[in-house]
């Protein structure tokens, strides 16, 4: 007898291929690189000069390029999806809920291997001095 599915995780399920899909425009670029970020702070809008905010979207199957800011830290507040961060070299999965704090200078980077974006908000605040 064949068994009937009763569960199944959004996170977790399996998307549609064929035209006009995302996968399917995906492959029709030369970058995996593919994602929004919303400005909601600027530095110059805050009294202290030092803080910045951001709303960022990593579309399914893409990634940023990674990068390092010298002179600031940061926060990520993960508000829908899941994705895997990278922070000098240690991979970790984060999902809907979890803060990540990303130090000084440190070398970091977000893949989302899985089939929903992956958003969050982001601030940074610069060193002082």
């Not at 068994?3 to 670029?29: C, H, M, Q, Y």
């Not at 909601?40 to 030092?50: F, I, Q």
């Not at 994705?83 to 999965?93: A, P, T, V």
Request: with cysteine.
């Amino acid at each position: 007898m064949k068994e009937i599915l009763k569960k199944r995780n959004l996170l977790e399920a399996e998307a549609e291929t064929g035209n006009n899909t995302f996968s399917d425009i995906l492959s029709k670029v030369d970058s995996n690189v593919v994602r929004d970020t919303l400005m909601l702070l600027r530095e110059n809008e805050s009294e202290s000069g030092r803080i910045k905010v951001g709303y960022t979207t990593i579309y399914p199957q893409c990634f940023t390029r990674g990068h390092i800011h010298a002179p600031l830290e940061e926060v990520y507040f993960i508000t829908s999806g899941k994705g895997i961060m990278e922070i000098e070299g240690e991979k970790f999965e984060a999902e809907a809920g979890d803060v990540v704090y990303i130090p000084f200078a440190k070398f970091h980077r977000t893949e989302n291997p899985y089939h929903l974006p992956l958003s969050y908000v982001w601030i940074t605040v610069k060193k002082e001095g």
